[in-house]
């Protein structure tokens, strides 16, 4: 082995079938890209909304196809990597559709991305490995090495991993909704949104004159058949692209809040019940959403918030725990994730939690979060606590995973929750 300073690289020039392979592949998922934004959009959005979704991949796809020439092997090989691996969940979330959805144009098309994103993994590799340096000091080739190997787990961290969870997220199927029994009967409902939207959701009417909207509806059955159990009505919404409800999905729950406004004027016009006596319940997402919703509408009396975590970058500074390398480490990979979610979807990114718990009062919130839970929602949960001003309650629930409060603790989760919903919506002590 050669012990030398010097050290050689293979310059590996693109030639014609590298660049048509490239081509094809950003061909492919260009494709895709347009007709998933423009042409195969979801039940009451328009392509106009979209336009950012398409415009800027197909704009860095086309980008880097310009400069493929004039780039060094390395660089190549890494665009390769990036876009091929995204390619990659895209097409698996397009057989993940294909499943639930069943047969679609989006669907059919992001099968494509499967290969695509293949065969750009496999030129990536290919290209890394004919331009890799050869000979020179061991030490220094070791080195420069780790670097790389370091290089690459921070593009993993900052940049794939987060893109990834915003296609994710603003790309998930429609699960059927399944139909329960809460106890009471119901009836399938529609709640028009002030953007034009229709939602679905399964209303059971009240017995004690006061209401709880529950969000999301799929993942709040167990809390609703316990408010119908103490007399309450309840309304189970699906949120904005879920269920047979129309929009774009956003698994963030950005511009869910229209969707809970949309609800409680429902309540108040076609079910007659008193502003003064409409509550809220949301988990997880729907806890954010929830904060949010109460907030800036009077008309949201009490909220019972589990779960609540952090849904843009404008939350992560805020978080009560993490070492400040920890937030070095996190902020890149949140403020990415933001981005590509903005980009991706049809809404803007919402304010920050803490500054809007201030605006709660003089309406009552309840934060529950999970003593096992994650650890955003144990981080965040006492700050919001912490700056919105009474009526306000906060319960770490002792052995509770995320969003397992009423499974853990049953007796004194049925206490707290329906106790604060007495007092604050039916005034009793």
């Known amino acids: 082995m050669s012990t030398s300073s010097a050290a050689t690289t293979e310059v590996v020039r693109p030639g014609s079938t590298e660049r048509l392979v490239y081509f094809v592949c950003a061909a492919i998922i260009a494709l895709h890209i347009v007709l998933t934004a423009l042409v195969f959009v979801h039940p009451g959005t328009s392509w106009i909304d979209h336009l950012l979704a398409a415009f800027v991949p197909v704009m860095i796809l086309g980008l880097a196809a310009d400069l493929w020439t004039r780039m060094i092997a390395g660089l190549r090989a890494v665009l390769a990597l990036c876009i091929g691996i995204l390619a990659l969940v895209s097409g698996g979330v397009a057989v993940v559709s294909l499943r639930v959805e069943g047969v679609g144009g989006a669907n059919l098309t992001g099968l494509l991305l499967l290969p695509a994103g293949a065969v750009l993994v496999g030129l990536g590799v290919w290209l890394l490995w004919v331009s890799r340096k050869r000979g020179g000091d061991l030490w220094w080739l070791l080195g420069r090495r780790a670097l790389l190997a370091f290089a690459a787990l921070l593009a993993l961290y900052w940049v794939i991993l987060p893109v990834s969870l915003a296609i994710v997220a603003t790309d998930l199927p429609r699960e059927a909704v399944v139909p329960v029994d809460l106890g009471r009967q119901g009836k399938a409902v529609t709640v028009p949104t002030k953007d034009g939207l229709k939602l679905t959701a399964w209303y059971v009417p009240s017995e004690n004159g006061a209401d709880v909207i529950t969000f999301p509806r799929a993942w709040t059955t167990a809390q609703a058949r316990l408010l119908v159990k103490h007399g309450y009505g309840v309304l189970m919404l699906d949120p904005r692209g879920y269920g047979d409800s129309q929009g774009d999905p956003n698994a963030y729950g950005w511009g869910s809040k229209k969707d809970v406004d949309a609800a409680v004027v429902w309540l108040h016009k076609d079910?007659?019940?008193?502003?003064?006596?409409?509550?809220?319940?949301?988990?997880?997402?729907?806890?954010?959403?929830?904060?949010?919703?109460?907030?800036?509408?009077?008309?949201?009396?009490?909220?019972?918030?589990e779960g609540a975590g952090i849904r843009t970058v404008k939350e992560v500074l805020v978080e009560r725990g993490p070492s400040v390398v920890e937030l070095a480490l996190q902020f890149p990979q949140s403020l990415a994730q933001t981005v590509a979610v903005w980009l991706r979807g049809s809404e803007a990114p919402p304010s920050n939690l803490r500054r809007i718990a201030k605006k709660i009062s003089p309406r009552a919130v309840f934060f529950i979060y999970g003593e096992n839970g994650q650890e955003t929602e144990k981080a965040v949960n006492p700050v919001y606590y912490d700056f919105a001003r009474q009526p306000k309650q906060i319960w770490e629930v002792p052995g509770a995973g995320h969003t397992g409060g009423i499974s853990a603790q049953p007796a004194e989760y049925e206490r707290l929750v329906i106790g604060f919903y007495d007092r604050y919506l039916l005034g009793r002590k």
């Open 271 to 305: 079910a007659g019940v008193s502003r003064r006596r409409i509550g809220g319940l949301g988990l997880s997402v729907g806890g954010e959403v929830m904060i949010e919703a109460e907030a800036f509408n009077p008309g949201l009396k009490a909220v019972v918030s």
